[in-house]
């Protein structure tokens, strides 16, 4: 047995003490009925409801993948092709956090922590992207400028970017660039290119907040730290 707000804080929902604030203002439920007090026990089988959501007491598991090109970021695809479920060998369903497209590689993470999920993937947490896009045509000063004060897409305007060209071959006429995001909006780095006039050839997520790939192959992946995950929970929770 165990006192709810700690059950409450260990699920990643909000702090202990936030919990108790929860508990106190009757907006905890343990198995339908709303607690008031902040010595309730509970134990692995009862249902905990937080402000009408009700808590996934299955152990919580977070994987960071070096994603390669050629697998599909949904659970599963309706043309068969491979997914990134498919490459973890794991008895726990986990779930991409956001999407990278078919043929985009590098830093994806997968969880079962819904909480964890929403919230990265939510734009007021301003979680920051790093992309390296490799281009055709020899990019300009003014579509520099242009990528990073934000590009109308679908009638709005994303939202501030920084951009560093890292390479300008005029012989094979591509241009390698990074550019970080905070948004998540669909096939954005190449909507955005392509709005300027460029395609991206190659497309490769270099980091999601401080994570990266480095020591990770493609194909592969392996486990966050539980100091990793404090640190993404602290990035989320102190906007
Ligand atoms: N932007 C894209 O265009 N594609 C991705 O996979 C990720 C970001």
């Not at 009638?155 to 241009?175: E, F, I, P, Q």
Request: charged share 25%; net charge positive; proline share 2%.
């Amino acid at each position: 047995m165990e006192r709810v707000q700690k059950v409450i804080a260990n699920n990643g929902y909000c702090s202990r003490r936030k919990a108790e604030e929860l508990i106190l203002k009757g907006k905890v439920k343990v198995n339908g009925e709303v607690i008031r007090e902040l010595g309730t026990q509970v134990n692995n089988n009862d249902t905990i409801e937080v402000e009408g959501t009700v808590l996934s007491r299955q152990e919580k598991v977070y994987i960071l993948m070096n994603k390669p090109r050629g697998c599909v970021t949904t659970t599963s695809d309706d043309k068969h092709r491979k997914t990134v479920v498919d490459l973890i060998n794991l008895p726990i369903r986990v779930y991409p956090v956001g999407r990278l497209d078919y043929d985009t590689t590098g830093v994806l993470l997968l969880t079962n922590d819904g909480v964890l999920t929403n919230a990265m993937l939510h734009p007021s947490n301003n979680i920051e992207k790093i992309y390296i896009a490799k281009i055709k045509g020899t990019i300009t000063g003014g579509h520099i400028r242009s990528l990073e004060s934000g590009i109308v897409i679908d009638g709005k305007k994303t939202a501030k970017s920084k951009v560093k060209v890292l390479k300008v071959d005029r012989k094979s006429n591509t241009s390698i660039v990074e550019i970080m995001i905070h948004e998540g909006r669909n096939h954005q780095i190449k909507n955005m290119f392509s709005s300027l006039g460029y395609e991206v050839i190659k497309l490769r997520r270099e980091s999601v907040a401080f994570l990266t790939c480095d020591g990770v192959a493609p194909g592969e992946y392996r486990f966050l730290t539980i100091k990793e995950v404090k640190m993404l929970y602290s990035l989320i929770n102190n906007k």
